[in-house]
Nanobody, 120 residues
Framework: QVQVVESGGGLVQPGGSLRLSCAASGSILTIYSMGWYRQAPGNQRDLVASISSGGTTNYADSVKGRFTISRDNAKNTVLLQMNSLKPEDTALYYC??????????????WGQGTQVTVSS
């Protein structure tokens, strides 16, 4: 089994910064990609940012230039640095790890989510 644990959410004023951390552990053969999704009440879960094992990044248009994703392959961790936060960034943020398996079929493991609230 694989466990994914997030930390770092909280309440911040508009224009402020937060850093989210995520660690994957357990029976890991390889992690193809890691990243973050977010879901606000009444909305679907949307991709925020992802990073491949080779370091290729992908960002939602709404966060480009404000958020930065980074990864430590040796530690199976991923960070999301969020700057210039806006009220519309308020959501439950979920970390995922796309993990390879012995049968060759990758599987996405998810964390429990960490709340980010941007409000004055």
């Amino acid at each position: 089994q694989v466990q994914v644990v997030e930390s770092g959410g909280g309440l911040v004023q508009p224009g402020g910064s937060l850093r989210l951390s995520c660690a994957a552990s357990g029976s890991i053969l390889t992690i193809y990609s890691m990243g973050w999704y977010r879901q606000a009440p009444g909305n679907q879960r949307d991709l925020v940012a992802s990073i491949s094992s080779g370091g290729t990044t992908n960002y939602a248009d709404s966060v480009k230039g404000r958020f930065t994703i980074s990864r430590d392959n040796a530690k199976n961790t991923v960070l999301l640095q969020m700057n210039s936060l806006k009220p519309e960034d308020t959501a439950l943020y979920y970390c995922y790890a796309r993990v390879g398996s012995a049968n060759g079929v990758p599987y996405n493991y998810w964390g429990q989510g960490t709340q980010v609230t941007v409000s004055s």
